[in-house]
């Protein structure tokens, strides 16, 4: 018996998006992807997952279209990178639920050092929130901003 619903071939845009996102080993490995971890050791240090739940998630990332094997590990696609405001809901969300737990993410805008009002938009800077232009603090990585990568490890 399946763990949950088949949403693949919903007409629902969002059941569809839900169908490959809302598995939390998914966006626990986007988050360690974006934070420059894409080799397979990396990915299962980073996220405690067990070998063989890592490999059936980047196999069903791989043929949604979120990631592409690429030697020596992974790296995120276009729909890949695509899911970062996603992982900055998560954590705007995080933040107002529980402002002083000890594994919060801060996200800001490379650009001006704002801390981001918005999961996708710099207010005071009036541009987007992509890989490029975005830094994370995470509490648990000693809380040092750092920048976003989507590229595979060297």
């Known amino acids: 018996m399946p763990l949950r619903s088949d949403w693949s071939t ?3 845009p969002i059941a569809r998006s839900a169908d490959v996102l809302a598995d939390p080993w998914v966006l626990l490995i986007l988050r ?3 934070s420059g971890r894409t080799r397979f050791d990396q990915l299962r240090d980073a996220t405690g997952a067990a ?3 890592l490999a059936r ?6 043929d949604a279209g979120l990631v592409a094997q690429d ?3 992974y790296r995120l696609t276009d729909a890949g990178r695509e899911t970062l405001p996603i992982l900055h809901a998560y954590a705007r969300f995080s933040r107002m639920t529980d402002p002083d737990g000890p594994w919060g993410l801060t996200v800001s805008c ?3 050092g704002e801390v981001a009002a918005s999961s996708d938009w710099c207010a005071r800077c009036s ?4 890989a490029d232009s975005t830094r994370w603090a ?6 040092e901003p750092f920048a976003l990568t989507t590229g595979t490890a060297a």
Do not use: K, Q, Y
């Open 51 to 53: 070998d063989s739940v």
């Open 127 to 130: 541009a987007p929130l992509e």
């Open 71 to 73: 030697d020596p590990g």
């Open 10 to 12: 919903a007409t629902c």
């Open 32 to 34: 360690e992807m974006f």
């Open 57 to 62: 998630r980047l196999a069903s990332m791989a």
């Open 138 to 143: 995470r509490r648990s990585m000693g809380g």
């Open 110 to 112: 490379a650009r001006c």
